[in-house]
Each structure stands twice: as C-alpha cells, then as structure tokens.
C-alpha cells in the first residue's frame, strides 16, 4: 500500500478515539518476560510497528508469543528460549533499537547476546556506550566487530554494579534493570531516569520477584534474585499519543476525546496546554481536549526528563504554537536534533527560527556543542499546504497534524513511519472525520 497520504486540511477534527498500552513501555515489559521461568500476560498492548517487531525477536529466540489483537492482550511463553539465527536478529534488529535491551535477559538466559546495527529515528545522539558500559559493569564481555556487538557472560556468572548515569537515559536505566534482577549481589543505580514508563516496567519486574526500591534523588535499589516467574499485567496507557491528539485539537480548532488518556501522567502537559489557551474535561474514562475558542497565547517552555515537559510532546505542541498570538520560545534538552521537523512547518508558512544558544532558564548540555536545540516560534502564521517528507516518529505525526490545520490540500510522503508509535492512526483520523486518502484512492474513512 502507498505510503503517501493526500491530506485536505482547514477542517476541525472532531470525535471520540481511544489510546491503548504506551508504545516506550509495551515493548519493554515483552522483553522482560525472557528474564522468567513461567509464561506472562501483558494486557492493553497497542497494534504498532515495534510490538511486531519485538514480537518477531522473541519468536526467533524461541518465545512462544501468542497476541489477540481486537482485545489487546499478549500472551509470552519464555519456556523454551534458545539462540536465535544471526539472519533472523539482522533482519529483525535493524527496525528498531528495541534489540539493545535483550542483552541482559539473553546472558542470564543463554550466557550470549548479539546486537546488530540498530535503527530508530535520527532525532539526535543516543549511543549504546551507555549500554555497553553498563553491561561490562555486571562483568559482561563485550566484543565490537564488524558484524555488530558480541557479548557473552562470564563464567562466574553476573554481579551486582554501581551504575551512575551522566544524564538520567531511559534507555540506559532499562538496561540496567533489566540485567541486575538477576545479576548476583546488589546494584545501585545513580541518576536513573524515573518516566512513567520505567516506575511500570519495575511494577512488572517487581511482580515477577524482583526487589527494586525508588529513591527521592533518582537511585534506584536492585537486589539480585536467582530467579523469576511471569507475570500478569495491564500496561499504562500511552501519554506522548493523548497528547498528540491533545495537540492536533488545539491547532485545528477541533474537540477530541481521547478514552484511555490518564491524567496524573499527564500534569505537565495539561499545565501548558491550559495555559496556552486550550480546555479540557477529565473524567475516569479519559480526557477530552478542546480549543474553546478565541486566541490561542504564546508559552515559554523546555523540554526535560520526568516530570519535566516531555520531549515527545514538544513536537505535536509547537504546531499549535504557530497558531498562538505572540512570541513561543521552546528550548530542547533532550534530544540535541529535534527541531529539523519545523523545516516543513517553515515551507508551510510558520515563522520559526532556530538558535545554537539555550533560550531556557537553565543552560542545558548542548549549548556549547553548536547545536540548533531552541526554537522561537512568532504567530499567528496561517498554514498552507505542501508536499512533505516524513522524517521520524513523532516529527511525522507533527507534520499530519501540520496538513490537517493548513488551508489546502497536501500531500505527506512516509507515513509508515507513524504506525511505529501510533496505533491505527488512519483509522482514529476517520474516527475524527479527517479528509484523509492514500494516492492510490484508498481512503482511512
């Protein structure tokens, strides 16, 4: 099916979606299931890219992984995990940076792991040194060739580390999770980064057997066991796509409910878009976002870890800011690359530019490193339709977001990227009454 979408945008988006498991913890509790001795069941799993292709890694490995879609529930069977084919970890890997996070489950398991060139969305630097350094600390050895990382587990076995983190990585603060449940002795982990998504990823390790405390000041307490079992476990539901929904409401003057968003994950969020002049309704079954009317205001906001104002929201967000009455100032300190998005926001009409220097209250690590990671957004700009290329996850689904509130009709090239991250996405535009169709005529209504 192409991957091109003619997208006739001026028209509010309107109607009820809902949002499932969050695609930055799904694949991780799947990953998780290889550390026990007994089956799991992961509840509320979303339909997108990275669940298959975890799904298709643990399969190559021997997992029994058994997925019924329509009720979102996962059944993983690790009982008889085995080394996969070089071939099949290559083809599979390469889709996604998911890959990095089996090697500690697989060394406990199997004794071995290899790790191939790994994808993701080029958004900025985020190097497997972390996890690699990480690794050697429990005693692993780790072996770059040509092929990829070799890693294999000596032969007295994993031990406990003292890990510190020079930046709180969720990646890095995974991977250490993840390889110190069963690492023998104690770990602690200094400067972990706390997101919803790891406190959930510890509730499923700690129903396994694990013993993990959470201190104040971001140390995290593992004390190693011999074992695991599986676990039961319904995934908390996807922050970053609520809010994107939250986002494309707000810059297209629609009203959009979206079951399933939770509002204690979503504070910060919810302070800046209130402020910047959209409303919303909470109640038990989810939020529902909507422009009230009037002119939106300008924000001033930097992005950071948790409970900061996340990055993955940062994107969808400035699309609307371009609508705002005013001077926005947006300084990015996680991702050193993130503002390449806003060249197609700029071809569409938006005043934005981009500055090296940290336009924050606080100087962050990419500003002496000549990156462009602040952006001033003047509005309001009307929108006008373009040809736009796709360049990553959530950069992809800023620039729908961008058509569907231009005047026009534009065509967005890539859009497969998007089914990475966002469930059914073409289907829920429907669901908003979205003037949306594929160039070869197929329609998401």
């Not at 307490?221 to 599986?230: C, H, N, P």
């Not at 998007?418 to 908003?432: A, D």
Request: with cysteine.
């Amino acid at each position: 099916m192409s991957s091109v979408l003619r997208v006739e945008g001026g028209h509010p988006l309107s109607g009820t979606i809902t949002v499932r498991g969050a695609k930055n913890f799904v694949p991780k509790a799947m990953v998780a299931s290889l550390l026990g001795s007994q089956p799991s069941r992961l509840d509320n799993v979303p339909l997108i890219r990275d669940v298959d292709v975890v799904s298709d890694l643990l399969g190559a490995h021997g997992v029994q992984v058994s997925f019924d879609q329509a009720a979102g529930s996962m059944t993983l069977d690790p009982r008889n995990v085995q080394r996969a084919r070089r071939s099949d970890i290559d083809a599979l890997g390469g889709a996604s940076r998911i890959p990095i996070l089996f090697c500690g489950p697989l060394l406990h398991q199997l004794g071995e792991a290899f790790i191939p060139e790994l994808g993701g969305c080029n958004i900025g630097g985020r190097p497997i040194d972390f996890h690699l350094e990480t690794l050697r600390k429990f005693g692993a050895n780790v072996e770059k060739r040509e092929d990829g990382v070799h890693i294999t587990k000596p032969s007295g076995g994993l031990h406990g580390a003292i890990v510190e983190l020079p930046f709180p990585s969720v990646g890095a603060t995974e991977q250490t999770l993840l390889t110190a449940v069963r690492a023998e002795g104690s770990t602690t982990l200094r400067g972990a980064a706390v997101e919803p998504e790891i406190m959930d990823l510890i509730n499923v390790l700690q129903k396994m057997g694990a013993i993990i405390s959470v201190d104040t000041d971001r140390t995290i307490r593992i004390e190693g066991v011999d074992s695991l079992t599986g676990y039961t476990h319904r995934a908390l539901p996807d922050r970053i796509e609520a809010a994107s929904w939250g986002a494309a409401a707000l810059a297209t003057h629609g009203d959009i409910t979206v079951l399933g968003a939770h509002q204690p994950d979503m504070t910060t969020f919810l302070n800046i878009f209130r402020k910047v002049g959209g409303a919303f309704d909470i109640d038990e079954d989810g939020i529902r976002f909507f422009h009230p009317g009037g002119d939106l205001k300008p924000a001033a906001l930097e992005t950071a870890v948790h409970p900061g104002f996340m990055t993955d929201w940062q994107q969808p967000l400035v699309v609307a800011l371009t609508q705002a009455k005013g001077l926005s100032i947006v300084h990015e300190t996680v991702y050193e690359k993130r503002f390449g998005f806003t060249k197609a926001l700029v071809k569409m009409g938006a005043n934005i530019q981009l500055y090296r220097e940290c336009l924050g209250a606080t100087p962050c690590r990419f500003g002496q490193r000549n990156f462009f990671h602040s952006a001033v957004i003047s509005g309001p700009t009307p929108l006008m339709a373009a040809d736009i290329e796709v360049p990553d996850l959530r950069g992809g689904f800023s620039h729908l977001i961008a058509a569907l509130a231009a005047k026009g009709t534009s065509t967005v090239s890539g859009v497969d990227v998007i089914s990475r991250g966002y469930e059914h996405f073409l289907s829920k535009l429907g669901q908003l009454d979205a003037r949306v169709a594929y160039v070869d005529g197929a329609t998401s209504r």
